[in-house]
């Protein structure tokens, strides 16, 4: 092949590229907002399972406070709280937690918590667990992320926050110990941090904080 055959290649590849990459930019430009309004719609049914309009009259998804705790909660990333108000009066905090060391990868839920610190419910958001075995914790999988409705830090005692396996009241599942264990442990680090910062996690807006 001739230096001008090849130069000729490796301009059409290049404009190839341009093209490609100018195509992507476009089709991601016109998505992006549909992208973030489906995103947003998608929280929005999670939440309302978790704690039913009847209860609240606000907008939780505007609503929230950003907390930063890598102790306490366990990520690195800032933890988004979503606040549920009825005529001003906190009903529930939700946070958008992220348990950074699953089986497979990071396993992103959903924990809302009553204001008097027992749960309403957990949701799984995003996770690559094993298919047929860690993905039980999705509520479509199987009921096992239902048992921690109604739960607390005194029920069961903190030292029983665990699965079976390592003394805890919460099953796992066979073959799949460290999937539920994370997110067990993950739940119980958010009732500790709504137990200390309750006031600030409830505060109105205008007064919220992030410090922890």
């Keep these: 092949m001739t230096l001008r055959h ?3 290649s490796a301009m059409v590849l290049t404009l190839f590229a341009l093209v490609g990459t ?20 998608a929280l929005l049914r999670n939440i ?5 309009p009847a209860r609240y009259d606000n907008d939780p998804v505007a609503d929230t406070v950003q907390v930063h705790s890598p102790q306490q909660l366990g ?23 992220e348990a950074p060391n699953g089986y497979a ?4 839920l959903l924990i809302a918590v009553n204001t008097d610190g027992t749960l309403a419910g957990v949701r799984i958001l995003s996770h690559k667990e094993t298919p047929g075995l860690g993905d039980r914790i999705e509520v479509e ?11 607390s830090l005194g029920n069961p005692p903190i030292e029983r926050w665990g699965v079976k396996k390592d003394g805890g009241v919460f099953d796992q599942f066979t073959g799949a110990t460290i999937t539920p264990r994370i997110v ?3 739940v119980r680090k958010a009732l500790e941090y709504f137990a200390a910062y309750r006031d600030t996690l409830l505060a109105p807006p205008k007064e919220e904080s992030s410090d922890g």
């Design 75 to 97: 990520t690195s990333d800032p933890v988004v709280v979503y606040r549920a108000r009825r005529e001003g009066v906190p009903i529930a905090a939700m946070f958008a937690a």
């Design 105 to 108: 990868g990071p396993i992103r």
């Design 6 to 8: 090849m130069l000729g």
């Design 184 to 186: 067990v442990e993950a």
């Design 141 to 151: 999988r199987s009921d096992w992320v239902h048992g921690f409705v109604g739960r």
């Design 48 to 52: 309302e399972e978790l704690v039913p």
């Design 22 to 41: 100018t195509l992507v930019a476009i089709t991601y430009e016109g998505t992006r907002e549909q992208i973030i309004e489906n995103e947003r719609l």
